[in-house]
């Protein structure tokens, strides 16, 4: 179904690699983060709980069941937790994001799906009392 959608293929994956070389602590926690989500499931899959299905798959109902549950709840509070983040910057802070800098020689302004980076800068314009709070709390951390 993929190939029917993306039709065209340069089949140029060589520049691919450069991202991981630049963000492989991203990728070497995404991996932990990955496992620790799963590696339960692979424990419980090798007990008597365990239920072989058409000879392939391998399921322990009452375990997995508890499991996706908890998955949606997590997934859930992390989307709720990031978005009043997100959302709630102006009214917490008292201050508005004029620009954002991703390197040192470029600003734009904000885009709705921007993210911010580790090393990325934010122009902010408000109450010089508030911008002055924020620059301490962020010099702070």
């Known amino acids: 179904m993929i190939k029917r959608y993306f039709k065209k293929n340069s089949g140029r994956y060589r520049p691919l690699l450069a991202y991981f070389k630049k963000y492989w602590m991203l990728i070497v926690t995404n991996f932990f983060y990955i496992l620790g989500l799963y590696v339960h499931n692979f424990v419980f899959w090798t007990t008597d709980l365990k239920m072989v299905v058409a000879s392939s798959f391998v399921c322990a109902p009452s375990y997995d069941l508890a499991s996706c549950i908890a998955m949606f709840t997590n997934i859930s509070a992390t989307v709720i937790l ?60």
């Open 82 to 141: 990031i978005s009043r983040l997100e959302m709630n910057f102006r009214d917490k802070y008292k201050l508005n994001v004029i620009a954002i800098a991703h390197s040192k020689s470029e600003m734009n302004l904000p885009a709705a799906d921007d993210v911010l980076g580790l090393h990325d800068s934010i122009l902010v314009a408000g109450p010089k009392d508030a911008i002055d709070q924020f620059e301490e709390l962020m010099n702070s951390k």
